[in-house]
C-alpha cells in the first residue's frame, strides 16, 4: 500500500514562492519514478514536472521551466516542488504522484502514474 500525502501549498501574492513536499508512504520509494501535476478547476489535469528514480533526471513543462524545479530525497522517502516567480496562472490544485514504471511519454500523462495523493492548493494573487 502507498499513500502520497502533499503540503506546502497557500495563497502567494505573484512573484513569491512555495515549496510543496510530498511525503510517500512506502518502503520502495526509490523504485517510484514521482510527478507533480496540477488542476485548475473546468480544465484538464496538467504536468508540471517529473523525476526519475535516482533523481539525477528532472522533466518540466515550458510553462514553469525557470521556475519551477523537483527535487527528490530517497533517504527521506519526500519528493518536493520548489515554485518560484508564481504567477496567477500557476494557481491550481496541485497533486504529487507516483509511477511504477518508465511509459513511452516519459510519464508526462496523468494515466502514466499509479498513485495519487490527494493534492494541495496553490493560490497566487495579482
Known amino acids: 500500500q502507498v499513500q502520497l500525502v502533499e503540503s506546502g501549498g497557500g495563497l502567494v501574492q505573484a512573484g513569491g514562492s512555495l515549496r510543496l513536499s510530498c511525503a510517500h508512504s512506502?518502503?520502495?520509494?526509490?523504485?517510484?519514478?514521482m510527478g507533480w501535476f496540477r488542476q485548475a478547476p473546468g480544465k484538464e489535469r496538467e504536468f508540471v514536472a517529473s523525476i526519475n528514480r535516482s533523481g539525477g533526471i528532472t522533466s518540466h513543462t515550458d510553462s514553469v521551466k525557470g521556475r519551477f524545479t523537483i527535487t527528490r530525497d530517497n533517504a527521506k522517502n519526500m519528493v518536493y516542488l520548489q515554485m518560484n516567480s508564481l504567477k496567477p496562472e500557476d494557481t491550481a490544485v496541485y497533486y504529487c504522484?507516483?509511477?511504477?514504471?518508465?511509459?513511452?511519454?516519459?510519464?508526462?500523462?496523468?494515466?502514466?502514474?499509479?498513485?495519487w495523493g490527494q493534492g494541495t492548493q496553490v493560490t497566487v494573487s495579482s
Open positions: 504522484a507516483a509511477s511504477t514504471r518508465l511509459s513511452v511519454s516519459g510519464n508526462r500523462s496523468p494515466r502514466d502514474y499509479d498513485y
Open positions: 512506502g518502503r520502495t520509494f526509490s523504485s517510484y519514478v
